[in-house]
């Protein structure tokens, strides 16, 4: 069940990203409209504009923040849901049994060495792997 501050979070974000489309499309309208009553010599007209494409870059501006700290807050609402299920504790990453770059070769057991034979018998101390310090 989603919570009510959540409810309101997922609208205001989907109102914040549908008014930073929109709003510099309003911009760029009125900003042409502008121009063109500047050009047939409507000064009230063109005043009128230029504030109405100030209010609308100014509303923009504070959408596009509104809706970056909104996606943000949606972020960690997600993470805190998913921490629910695990008893509030972050999920970890599963460990790997082998490392993924396949420099590393695991240890193979003494009964289990394939290049053991009775003419080459490692002793149980040596590890079959890696050559010894003194070894060139």
């Known amino acids: 069940m989603r919570s009510p501050m959540g409810h309101f979070v997922r609208r205001a974000l989907i109102r914040g990203i ?66 629910r299920g695990r008893g509030g504790r972050f999920p970890r990453h599963p460990r790997r049994r082998r490392p993924r770059h396949g420099l590393h070769r695991e240890r193979a057991r003494a009964g289990d060495d394939p290049r ?10 040596e590890r079959p792997f890696r050559r010894d310090a003194g070894e060139s």
């Open 18 to 83: 549908v008014s930073s489309l929109l709003l510099p499309i309003l911009l760029s309208v009125v900003t042409g409209l502008r121009a063109l009553l500047v050009s047939l010599g409507d000064e009230v007209g063109a005043r009128f504009c230029g504030r109405v494409a100030l209010v609308a870059a100014v509303v923009w501006l504070l959408a596009v923040i509104a809706t970056s700290i909104l996606a943000g807050l949606a972020a960690l609402e997600a993470s805190e849901r998913r921490c």
């Open 116 to 125: 053991r034979t009775a003419g080459n018998d490692l002793g149980g101390d």
